[in-house]
């Protein structure tokens, strides 16, 4: 018999990288989903009180440093919250375990003798160890039932006076969704910023995007208003949506183009079977012809010959009443533009990206550059950017 050739060393490296990269993958997405379900925990009422029951009763137990895991081990018993029950059970926190024990030793030896006992080191050193180890057993079993009741019962009240989410709410959760499986940092991203930048929200709600048709996002980024107008069609019979906010059913097509690789793998992996994301400069890639075009914090990021090429590159593909959306800083706001302009420098110093080749324009300065190029305009007004500079200007070709 000959002897078996022996492999290559090399041989089998592509498989073992890509099997050890897929383990990494599903490692991430299941970290990624578990710290989805820590941080939103929607539980019903009874399950939440319920896992505040628990954790308490276990953090009275004297069975210190086996707190967390009697929680982890009951709560995936019973599919409760853990995160919930850990936290009930730090009421044995440093703070006050001392009064929690000298409780729990008191009721245990009025329990056992029929009295309370007096806070004094002769009449506990006279204790026998199974006497002082029975009494503190039994009464935190007897304190941990009754402060368990009482905190689950007080947790299940105010669970129960809880609303139904608003469709803001809901909406965030759709949308955000989303993006838990392309990283932690996306996913607390998006929902920071539809928390606390309302012009996304501003433009599903006046209906400033055109009900059909093709809308191009120039610089999309991770792709959120894709995101968000694909949640708002999900939910549109949602019966929590304002009779003031517009259904949006389309059909659309949407299409995103992204310079920056990582934000555009992003965008596209959060809507993949939404949106078509492309990698590529947005002053040179070709725009579709299309009713909607979107550049929400780009322009001032290009020469200003540059900027002017790209308004009149988005005017030739949109069709007649097309639209375009146009968020920017208005540079004559004075101590506003100020501020914003110092918020900008701060971000691209965290982001290492530096902020002197920003180029800004007034308010006046954008509206004769659309006009003249054949725009009609009108500037929306933003209430939730009232200390700052923004503006978002809606421009619509007529012909």
Known sequence: MSPKPRQSPRADRPLARHTAWGKRKRLGWQYAELHYRLRTADDTPWRQAWSIAIGTFAGCTPFYGFHIPSCIFLCRLF??????????????????????????????????SGRFPSLSFAEVSG???????????????????????????????????????????????????????TGIFNWEFVRAKLNYDGVYELILRRGLLPAQGTIVDL????????????????????????????????????????????????????????????????????????????LLDVLHHLPYAEQESVLARVYSALEPGGVLLIRETDAGAGWRFRLTSAAERIAGIRRWRPAHGRRYRTLEDWADLLEALGYRTRIVPVAETRWYADLLIEARRIS
């Not at 024990?101 to 009025?110: A, D, H, M, S, T």
């Open 79 to 112: 599919r409760l919250n853990v995160v919930k029950a850990t936290l009930a059970a730090q009421i044995s926190n440093p703070m006050f375990a001392p009064f929690l024990i000298f409780i729990e030793f008191g009721v245990g030896r009025w329990l056992l």
């Open 219 to 294: 610089g999309c980024g991770r792709g959120l208003l894709f995101s968000l107008l694909a949640a708002a069609r999900e939910l549109s019979e949602d019966p929590a949506r304002p009779a003031d906010w517009p259904a949006c059913r389309g059909p659309w097509v949407l299409r995103g183009v992204e310079s920056h690789s990582a934000l555009a793998r992003t965008a596209r992996r959060a809507l993949r079977g939404i949106a078509t994301i492309e990698r590529g400069d947005l002053v040179r890639k070709p725009i579709p012809p299309c009713r909607g075009v979107l």
């Open 127 to 181: 204790l026998g160890l199974r006497e002082l180890g029975l009494s503190l057993l039994l009464g935190s079993l007897v304190v941990g039932l009754a402060l368990g009741a009482l905190l689950g019962l007080l947790a299940l009240w105010i669970g129960l006076q809880k609303k139904e989410p608003s469709f803001g709410k809901k909406l965030v959760d759709a949308v955000s969704r989303r993006y838990v499986n």
